[in-house]
Each structure stands twice: as structure tokens, then as C-alpha cells.
């Protein structure tokens, strides 16, 4: 669908510019990839004003250019065939109002376990849990992972 990821970058950002509402200093979108699936999570936000912590959701499912399950699976592909390009599972798309715009992406290894479960099969963790690791900041530093204990039964599969 998408060849380049200039194109992407564009429809991503004309996605968020179309639903963005009149007043606004900044918005984003965290994306969290399932590598498994191929399924694509969306967190989408905007702030009013700089001086202010007042985070709002941007709501871009109502935007005409929703492929961006599509986009962000293409650009993942893209990346992925490039030597030099280090694996990723989540991104975040930063917009200004001026059409500036920054992408990060990072792997996170909590998101990459929490991917590869069976729902059939494997437990999950708590809902409180899950969210925050499908988040952008995913758990803290210090944060107990039974699911990395090898002596925890917690997770273990039968």
C-alpha cells in the first residue's frame, strides 16, 4: 500500500492534522506493533497548551485517512529490510500545529513477551498491567516481571 517512508510519515501526519481541533500545541499518536499478528494498538492524544498538563484525546479513528494499521505495518516492513535499522515494536508520532513533526521508536521487551502469549493457552497478567505495558512507557525500571522469573509459576505454561 505504502512504498516509501516519506509517504507514510505524510499520511500519518494528515491523519492527525485532519482531526486535531482548533486550539492545540502538540499532538501524538503511540503505536504499539504485535510482531505476531501484524495487529497495530493506537494511543492518540493532544495537548491545548504548553503550559499546561491538560492531556486530551485526539480521537483519530474519526479521521478519513484511517489506514494506519496499514501505514504503520508497511513502515515496520520498510525499516525491516535495512541492515542498519534496529528492530522496533512501539513508535510514537509527534505533530505540531506547523506540520513539524518527530517519530521514536523503541522494543520493548515486556510489549514483545505480552505479544507472543496464547490467549487460548497462556495466563495474562492483570488489565491494569497489560495497559501499562501496551503503553509508551510500558513498566517502570524497577518493576517485579514474574513473567522473566524463572522461578515464578505465575506464568509458566503447562
Given amino acids: 500500500m505504502f512504498s516509501t517512508a516519506e ?9 492527525i492534522l485532519e482531526v486535531a481541533p482548533e486550539q492545540w500545541c502538540v499532538a501524538w499518536v503511540d503505536i504499539a506493533m504485535n ?3 501484524r495487529a497495530v494498538y493506537f494511543h492518540d492524544r493532544y495537548l491545548v497548551d504548553a503550559n499546561s498538563d491538560d492531556v486530551k484525546d485526539l480521537d483519530i479513528y474519526s479521521s478519513d485517512n484511517i489506514e494506519l494499521d496499514d501505514a504503520f505495518s508497511d513502515l515496520f516492513d520498510l525499516m525491516s529490510s ?8 512501539k513508535a510514537r508520532f509527534i505533530v505540531h500545529p506547523d506540520g513539524d513533526f518527530e517519530i521514536e521508536f ?6 514483545a513477551w505480552l505479544s507472543s502469549l496464547d490467549p487460548d493457552k ?3 497478567p492483570d488489565g491494569d498491567t ?7 512507557d510500558g ?12 522461578d515464578s509459576a505465575m506464568f509458566k505454561k503447562d
Avoid at 106 to 111: A, H, S
Fill in 139 to 150: 513498566l517502570g525500571e524497577n518493576a517485579y516481571r514474574p513473567w522473566f522469573d524463572p
Fill in 130 to 136: 497489560v495497559r501499562t505495558i501496551r503503553s509508551w
Fill in 106 to 111: 523503541k522494543w520493548d521487551e515486556d510489549w
Fill in 7 to 15: 509517504e507514510i510519515y505524510n499520511h500519518v501526519g494528515g491523519a
Fill in 82 to 89: 535495512k541492515e542498519q535499522s534496529k528492530p522496533w515494536n
Fill in 122 to 124: 497462556d495466563i495474562y
Fill in 35 to 37: 510482531l505476531s499478528t
